[in-house]
């Protein structure tokens, strides 16, 4: 008796700290209205038509390091912060490993992608602060630069 007791409140505990929403979406929800809203997404095959319009863009090469194998279209402003899926000119193709990296901890090297505009991006590895992440690529910046990025 008393092991179950214990079960049903960590189970209650559970789904408080892993359902978080406000009483307005509560109410949404509880009458049979949608999930989310706000940004559309795309269907499955709307998708698959978009992620073959990026990789075919890029020439099904990853857009950071030049690998051809394991290609995975990343939004660069993700879709919870406002990104679209259908806004091509924020996705990029990217390697599993460069996609891994774009969310690694500053401290262990980020890669930090900046879109330029009609399906070009500059890629860059930051190390250390989040907060000098812009800074550096300005500061380093020369017109000189090989790639040709402003």
Not at 48 to 69: E, P
Not at 115 to 120: D, F
Request: net charge positive.
């Amino acid at each position: 008796m008393w092991a179950n007791l214990g079960a049903k409140r960590m189970r209650s505990r559970r789904l408080k700290n892993r359902i978080r929403m406000g009483s307005a979406s509560r109410r949404r929800i509880r009458a049979g209205g949608r999930l989310a809203l706000g940004r559309p997404s795309a269907s499955l095959e709307q998708y698959q038509d978009i992620r073959a319009q990026v990789l075919a863009r890029a020439r099904w090469v990853c857009q950071a390091c030049g690998l051809r194998a394991r290609l995975e279209v990343h939004h660069v402003r993700k879709r919870a912060q406002g990104g679209s899926d259908f806004d091509l000119d924020r996705l990029i193709a990217l390697c599993r490993a460069c996609h891994a990296q774009t969310d690694a901890p500053f401290s262990k090297g980020r890669l930090v992608i900046t879109p330029l505009g009609a399906g070009q991006f500059h890629c860059q590895v930051v190390k250390g602060s989040k907060w000098l992440a812009g800074a550096r690529w300005v500061e380093g910046h020369t017109s000189d630069d090989d790639r040709g990025y402003p």
